[in-house]
């Protein structure tokens, strides 16, 4: 699909706020609602746009420690990867996973109420999935910019 600078604008409003109504979102990139509405519902058939969720406050519901988990695994086991991705899949803890170059395998990004449930998190689940060999854990002090996933949009070409 070939993206044009209003589907753009369409895309970078909707990545601000999700919630916006056509009306809205129609109004603020110069289109007729209809025409809008068919261009939201291309942008959302081609998988441009995935989908729309609420972004909860973690602090403010009791979840007070991120942390930055390097995990090395033992490559010389047979399925090594799988089961840890089968390991990892039913942790809620974990936010975001990656595979990663560099020293570690995988980051993940986790989420706990606070150190004690992050510590039992790291010895009662995460460590004990087979083949983790290392984990290296950063906690998270301060987020000093967070855009919780959204793209560079004003700077796409």
């Not at 441009?48 to 930055?68: S, T, W």
């Not at 089968?86 to 990656?98: D, H, K, Q, T, W």
């Not at 595979?99 to 570690?104: E, L, N």
């Not at 706990?112 to 460590?127: P, Q, Y």
Request: aromatic share 6%; charged share 25%.
């Amino acid at each position: 699909m070939q993206i044009d600078p209003i589907d753009q604008r369409i895309l970078a409003r909707l990545q601000e706020d999700g919630h916006l109504s056509n009306q809205d979102l129609a109004e603020q990139v110069a289109l007729s609602p209809s025409a809008c509405l068919r261009r939201v519902r291309a942008l959302e058939e081609a998988g441009l746009i995935r989908g729309y969720r609420a972004v909860l406050d973690a602090e403010k519901l009791g979840f007070e420690l991120e942390a930055i988990v390097h995990v090395s695994l033992d490559q010389s086991r047979a399925s090594w990867h799988e089961d840890f991705l089968a390991g990892i899949a039913v942790l809620e803890e974990i936010s975001e996973a990656s595979i990663v170059t560099g020293a570690s395998n995988y980051i993940l990004t986790v989420r706990t109420r606070n150190l004690a449930a992050f510590s039992n998190f790291i010895e009662d689940k995460l460590g004990r999935i087979p083949g983790v060999r290392d984990l290296c854990s950063h906690i998270v002090m301060r987020k000093v910019k967070n855009r919780e996933g959204m793209l560079p949009l004003a700077s796409w070409r």
